[in-house]
């Protein structure tokens, strides 16, 4: 059964760099064609789509994060990475990855259908 | 970007119907997937391409997509469906964007 876990510190300091891991277990990046993505909740607050990456490496963003967005993938790691930078309180919130594999559509069309379970991240001095 | 508008509340009695609408410009032409957040909890899929459900969703979950509105509807309510519930979907015409609704939290009375 396909597993992913977000790992990473639970604080960052304004200004500073937020870096997240997401390690997916239980069946692999590279198979299957599936996208994958990051979304982030504050607290109290909507789901806010971070941005998709393909098992290939081709990356899309939500332009309002865009400047400060980094993803990547490592398949041999089966590893995924998303870095954001010159962050605010308003970068606080549970950051969740997930598999973007469900549906009949083009990648960014399909459904987030696996998640894991979020990890919180606060951003204070 | 493109918006996805959802009431913030639904409430029903245990045994009924609840609908939980998604607004979107011409979103009846787009896939629109729903998702299901308990309290703190990580979102579980309950309707994936408007209307087909992932293995293990019970049938009383089920979706309609038509116009500007996307629906999700569930029947005979229980107790342990009370949750925010979010719509998805993907407009390429802002870019690739992927929206997520802002929610609706399902009261079962």
């Known amino acids: 059964q396909l597993q992913l876990q977000e790992s990473g510190p639970g604080l960052v300091k304004p200004s500073e760099t937020l870096s997240l891991t997401c390690s997916v277990s239980g069946g692999s990046i590279s198979s299957g064609n599936y996208y994958w993505g990051w979304i982030r909740q504050p607290p109290g607050k909507e789901l806010q789509w971070i941005g998709t990456v393909s098992d290939s490496g081709e990356t899309y963003d939500n332009p309002s994060l865009r400047s400060r967005v980094t993803l990547s993938v490592d398949t041999s790691k089966s590893q995924l990475s998303l870095n954001l930078n010159s962050v605010t309180a308003a970068d606080t919130a549970v950051y969740y990855c997930a598999r973007q594999g469900m549906g009949t559509g083009w990648g960014l069309g399909n459904a987030f259908d696996v998640w894991g379970q979020g990890t919180m991240v606060t951003v204070s001095s | 970007s493109y918006v996805l508008t959802q009431s913030p509340s639904v409430s029903v009695a245990p045994g009924q119907t609840a609908r939980i609408t998604c607004g979107g410009n011409?979103?009846?032409?787009?896939?629109v997937h729903w998702h299901q957040q308990k309290a703190g909890q990580a979102p579980v899929l309950v309707v994936y391409?408007?209307?087909d459900r992932p293995s293990g969703i019970p049938e009383r979950f089920s979706g309609s997509n038509s116009g500007n509105t996307a629906t999700l509807t569930i029947s005979r309510v229980e107790a342990g469906d009370e949750a925010d519930y979010y719509c998805?979907?993907?407009?390429?015409?802002?870019?690739?964007?992927?929206?997520f609704g802002g929610g609706t939290k399902l009261t079962v009375l």
């Open positions: 391409d408007d209307s």
């Open positions: 011409n979103i009846g032409m787009k896939s």
């Open positions: 998805q979907a993907w407009d390429s015409r802002s870019g690739h964007f992927v929206a």
